[in-house]
C-alpha cells in the first residue's frame, strides 16, 4: 500500500526491555520524522533524518536510537524502555523543501509496564 | 531557536459559535513555514494548511480561515459556524527555511463542539 505505514500499532513491553517502532514509506520521500504525543505536550520531536544515513536529535531524543539505512525506513528503538517512554509514537515524512508538509503515519500506542 | 506556543489548552464552544484558535511563532529566519493540523478523536494526524513567510495574505476554505500576521507572529485559525465534527485537537507547527527541516509542533487545542 502506498503511503507511510507504522508498525506494531500497540504494543506492550516491560521496563528494560528493548522495543523498536518500525516506520516505513513509499513516497521515497527525503525527510523523516519521529515524534511522541503525550497529555500536555503535545508533539515532540524525538529524532529526524534529512536523508539515508543522516540523523539529526530533536527536542527530547534521550533514550531513543534511530537508524535510516534505506530511504524508505526509519525504525526508532528505545534501548532501555522506561515508564516515562510510555505514550503514542508517531513517525512522518516529507519531500525535500521546507515548503511542504508532512505526511504522518497511523500511530504506535507504547505502553511500558 | 523555534517555538510555537498555543496558549489555549482547551476551549468549548456551542455548535454554529465562532471560534478562533491563537498560534503563536518564534524564529529568527526571515524564511518560514507555518502548518495547522487537526487530530480527530480517531487519532489520525491531517493536514490543513501551510503558509510561507513571505505570503501574508489571509486564507479561506469552506468554514476555515487562517489570519498570517507577521508583525505579531501569530498565524491564528477561525472555524466559522462551528459543527460537532470540528471536535478535535489542532496543532500549529513551524519549519523553519534553510538546511534544517524539522518541524515543531505547539501544544495544541483542544477544541469541543457542544451540541
Known amino acids: 500500500d502506498a503511503g507511510i505505514t507504522q508498525s506494531p500499532r500497540y504494543k506492550i513491553t516491560e521496563t528494560g526491555r528493548q522495543v523498536t517502532l518500525m516506520c516505513h514509506q513509499t513516497w521515497s520521500h527525503s525527510y523523516m520524522f519521529w515524534y511522541r504525543q503525550d497529555l500536555g505536550h503535545g508533539l515532540r520531536l524525538i529524532y529526524y533524518?534529512?536523508?539515508?544515513?543522516?540523523?539529526d536529535k530533536g527536542e527530547v531524543p534521550d533514550g531513543y536510537v534511530v537508524s535510516r539505512s534505506k530511504t524508505e525506513n526509519f525504525p526508532l528503538t528505545l534501548e532501555s524502555a522506561t515508564r516515562s517512554q510510555t505514550s503514542v509514537y508517531f513517525c512522518a515524512s516529507r519531500p525535500g523543501g521546507t515548503n511542504t508538509e508532512a505526511f504522518f503515519g497511523q500511530g504506535t500506542r507504547l505502553t511500558v509496564v | 531557536a523555534q517555538k510555537v506556543t498555543q496558549a489555549q489548552t482547551e476551549i468549548s464552544v456551542v455548535e454554529k459559535e465562532d471560534v478562533t484558535l491563537d498560534c503563536v511563532y518564534e524564529?529568527?529566519?526571515?524564511?518560514?513555514?507555518l502548518f495547522w493540523y487537526k487530530q480527530p478523536p480517531s487519532g489520525e494526524l491531517v493536514f490543513l494548511i501551510r503558509r510561507n513567510s513571505f505570503d501574508e495574505q489571509n486564507e479561506i476554505s469552506g468554514r476555515y480561515s487562517w489570519n498570517f500576521q507577521k508583525s505579531t507572529s501569530s498565524f491564528n485559525f477561525t472555524i466559522t459556524a462551528s459543527q460537532v465534527v470540528d471536535s478535535a485537537v489542532y496543532f500549529c507547527a513551524l519549519s523553519e527555511g534553510g538546511r534544517d527541516d524539522k518541524i515543531i509542533f505547539g501544544k495544541g487545542t483542544r477544541l469541543h463542539i457542544l451540541p
Open positions: 524564529t529568527r529566519d526571515t524564511t518560514y513555514y
Open positions: 533524518s534529512a536523508a539515508a544515513d543522516i540523523t
